[in-house]
């Protein structure tokens, strides 16, 4: 079983930074790529970065320049530094990960996976 668990939420002044990280575990043979999404209240979840096996980035146009995603590949764990934050940021973000699990003979076929959500909240 495969368990995504994010930290690093919480609340924070407009112009502020907040550092996520999003820890995978589990029976894991590899990551492919590993990104953070969100959602605000009223809205459809969103891309925010993705960072592939090869540590290519993208990211949404919203947050070029303010944002930056990174993964620690021996820790199986995706980071998202958030600076200059305002009140647009506010949200729920997920992690998410594209990864072929393992059953102890076989690989399991890619799959996407998705952490719990942890609040963000950016105040005036």
């Known amino acids: 079983q495969v368990q995504l668990v994010e930290s690093g939420g919480g609340l924070v002044q407009a112009g502020g930074s907040l550092r996520l990280s999003c820890a995978v575990s589990?029976?894991?043979?590899?990551?492919?790529?590993m990104g953070w999404y969100r959602q605000a209240p009223g809205k459809q979840r969103e891309l925010v970065a993705v960072?592939?096996?090869?540590?290519?980035?993208n990211f949404a146009d919203s947050v070029k320049g303010r944002f930056t995603i990174s993964r620690d590949n021996a820790k199986n764990t995706v980071y998202l530094q958030m600076n200059s934050l305002n009140t647009e940021d506010t949200a729920v973000y997920y992690c998410?990960?594209?990864?072929?699990?393992?059953?102890?003979?076989?690989?399991?076929?890619?799959?996407?996976?998705w952490g719990q959500g942890t609040q963000v909240t950016v105040s005036s």
């Open positions: 998410h990960a594209d990864l072929e699990g393992w059953d102890g003979r076989t690989i399991v076929a890619a799959s996407d996976y």
């Open positions: 589990g029976s894991i043979f590899s990551i492919n790529a």
């Open positions: 960072i592939t096996g090869g540590g290519s980035t």
